[in-house]
């Protein structure tokens, strides 16, 4: 069932560039109440925060985040419940890759991947799940649904992201938690190669919305929708 989502209060993890601003844009849009968090990007976050007010978003707010680094998420969880007073959904959408093989990548290339894709998120959410009301929406890969050439690393991270998915719905029968997984997309991360962020972003909000019909603990497929349908 579709619901309306002015004044929902969501937060999108790397906001400040590629699929993570085109989610914030779309929920502004919708007329939710966002926070924008970024790694390095100060200025493109807070330009991005000026376009969702004018897109018609109740309240935007920037803040700084390194999933690595659990300081940083303590300090966003008290953001969110000192600005928005709890959190009605939760984009886990923040990421970092290294395109270099698996015998390539050095110890601290795995560990960051590791600490960002996998365990910043599982950390991210442990610290909202108290704020939190409806939905968790995690961006994973479509490279978790099939064999992939992907770099082995960041493959191993959004296997797990998507089996933290599934066991998290089962424990939280409540909330609804569901892995949306973009095939390559045009960010920066793929030199600008593949599905606009914008297709990316309009399914995680009709899946916020219920327009997109998932149970949770389930998977949506963007090569389902690389039309831009959403049947």
């Known amino acids: 069932m579709a619901i309306d989502l002015a004044g929902k209060r969501v937060l999108v993890t790397g906001a400040s560039l590629g699929i993570g601003r085109e989610t914030a844009l779309a929920f502004a849009a919708a007329r939710c109440r966002v926070a924008l968090t970024y790694r390095e990007h100060r200025t493109e976050a807070e330009e991005a925060a000026r376009r969702c007010l004018a897109l018609g978003a109740g309240q935007a707010e920037v803040i700084p985040l390194d999933q690595s680094d659990e300081r940083t998420i303590v300090a966003l969880a008290d953001f969110v419940l000192d600005r928005f007073g709890g959190l009605d959904v939760l984009v886990n ?6 395109w270099r093989s698996f015998r390539e990548q050095t110890p601290t290339d795995l560990e960051e991947q590791v600490g960002v894709n996998l365990l910043g998120v ?10 939190l009301t409806d939905t968790v929406i995690t961006v994973g ?3 978790s649904l099939h064999r992939s050439r992907t770099p082995p690393t960041y ?8 089996g933290f998915v599934k066991a998290l719905a089962a424990e939280h029968p409540g909330l609804r938690v569901v892995a949306v997984h973009p095939t390559v997309s045009a960010t920066r991360m793929n030199d600008m ?27 949506v497929d963007l090569r389902d929708y690389e039309d831009g349908s959403v049947d």
């Open 93 to 98: 959408n923040a990421g970092v890759i290294s």
């Open 122 to 131: 599982m950390k991210l959410t442990w610290h909202l799940l108290p704020l």
């Open 141 to 143: 890969s479509t490279a």
């Open 155 to 162: 493959v191993a991270t959004k296997w797990g992201v998507r």
């Open 193 to 219: 190669r593949g599905m606009s962020p914008e297709r990316v972003a309009d399914v995680i909000v009709r899946v916020a919305a219920g327009e997109i019909e998932v149970e949770s603990g389930g998977d």
